[in-house]
Every structure is written in C-alpha cells, then in structure tokens.
C-alpha cells in the first residue's frame, strides 16, 4: 500500500469518527432537553410555571374553543406583569404529554409553523405587538410527542390584556393569573416598575 492511501485511510477514518461523535453527541443533548423539559412539567405548576393541555381545541367538548387562546394570553400576560416563567402547551394537568395534534388539526396549517404563527397572532390580538422581545417559544419533542415551551421574560413596563373592549392587568399570585382592580394594579406597578 502506498503512503498516499494509507494518509487517506486515516483521514476517512477520523471524518467517520467525528461525524459519529458528533451525532452522538447530538442524541445525547436532545435526550438531556427532553429530561430537563420533563423535570420541569413534574416539578408541577407554580408561580413560574403554567401547563396548559391545548391552545385552542377544547378538550372537553372534542372542538374548536378559541376562548382558550384567552386563557393563554392570559397567562404570559400575568407573567410580564411579575417576575417571567415558562408556559408550556400539550400537557394534561396529570403531567401526560398530550403533544400538540389536537391543535394542528384547527389551524390552516397544520404543523409547527402553522401553530407558531397562529400563537404569535394570539399574543399580539390580546397584548399588541410591543411583546415579541420578551417570549422564545420552542418546540422540544418528549415521549415521541412536540409540545410548546414558552420562555418568557418579565415586562418593562405593564402589559394589559385587551378582551371584548376592555383592558385587564393580571399577575401571578402562586399557580394562578390573578386580576388586579386599578387601585391593586397602580400600587403594583408603583412597587414592580417604580413607576
């Protein structure tokens, strides 16, 4: 065998090595964000952590419910309004990945994308669109299943919920979004904002 195939060999040898490596390494960090994301969901919610079973099919009534997407702005609404949390969509409150199917299934588009921008336009319906900056929204895959995962931080300022002509402010109070008249909400704001 001459010198030159022998180099070759080695060098195709350590291209295979790392392309292996790599995907390993790869399957591991997946399987790492899979565990943390399930940690999470069975660290049940709190005062930084929502689970919601779906978007917008009512589970219950097997349909289409978009009183739900209320809910959901709700939530990240009280979230701004405190200290941020994660909200995380396609969980029973039993902790079951329900993933995200039942919700696909009322979108035009039904996948990922479709889910993402409907969510996006849910946020800016009820909160306007100055909130983009402050919510990451991924899609882990746990038990075969995608769900939602809505990182979000807190606001700089009060965000209102806008709903059926009038304007709520809402923050997290334990595992609960909670509302505040105007009198709670300018104290609040006095003391969260120093406003």
């Not at 994301?37 to 978009?66: A, M, W, Y």
């Not at 902790?95 to 994308?113: A, R, S, Y």
């Not at 965000?159 to 609040?188: C, D, L, M």
Request: with cysteine; hydrophobic share 35%.
């Amino acid at each position: 065998m001459s010198d030159d195939y022998l180099v070759f060999l080695e060098k195709r040898a350590k291209v295979i090595f790392n392309e292996l490596k790599s995907r390993i390494e790869l399957k591991h960090k997946e399987n790492k964000k899979q565990d943390e994301v399930k940690e999470l969901i069975l660290s049940g919610e709190n005062e930084k952590l929502e689970i919601k079973s779906t978007l917008r099919f009512d589970i219950r009534e097997n349909s289409l419910n978009k009183k739900l997407e209320y809910v959901i702005a709700k939530t990240i609404s009280a979230f701004l309004n405190t200290d941020g949390g994660t909200l995380i969509i396609g969980v029973d409150d039993g902790g079951n990945i329900l993933g995200l199917e039942k919700d696909f299934q009322t979108l035009q588009k039904q996948d990922i994308d479709g889910f993402e921008l409907h969510f996006r336009q849910v946020i800016k319906k009820y909160l306007g669109e100055n909130f983009e900056k402050y919510i990451k929204i991924t899609f882990p895959k746990v038990d075969e299943k995608e769900i939602c995962v809505v990182k979000i931080l807190k606001s700089g300022k009060p965000v209102f919920i806008k709903h059926e002509g009038n304007e709520q402010f809402f923050v997290r109070n334990g595992n609960a979004s909670i509302p505040k008249s105007r009198q709670e909400q300018s104290e609040y704001e006095k003391l969260h904002w120093n406003l």
